[in-house]
C-alpha cells in the first residue's frame, strides 16, 4: 500500500493517495472481518493490483500490517 496516507477514523478508515495528477480517497471498514469483495474494491480505489498486495502479504510486510493494526485499534 505503497503512497497511502492516513486521514481520519471513525466508523470507516479514510486515507489518500496522492498521484501526479490527481488524489484518492480510499474508504476503509474499521472492523473486522472485511470481505472479500469488499477487500477487491478498496484495492480498486486505491489503484493497488492485487499481485501487488498479495506479494506484501507472502513476504511479510509486517510494518504495513502492524501500521493497519495501529489505525484500527485507535
Not at 50 to 55: I, P, S, V, W
Amino acid at each position: 500500500m505503497d503512497g497511502l496516507l492516513f486521514v481520519r477514523k471513525d466508523h470507516n478508515i479514510r486515507m489518500q493517495k496522492h498521484l501526479y495528477d490527481e488524489v484518492l480517497k480510499i474508504i476503509i471498514p474499521a472492523h473486522r472481518p472485511i470481505k472479500r469483495s469488499t477487500l477487491s474494491h478498496i484495492l480498486k480505489q486505491a489503484r493497488i493490483l492485487l499481485e501487488d498486495f498479495l506479494d506484501k502479504l507472502i513476504n511479510k510486510d509486517k510494518q504495513i500490517i502492524y501500521d493497519f493494526e495501529k489505525i484500527v485499534e485507535q
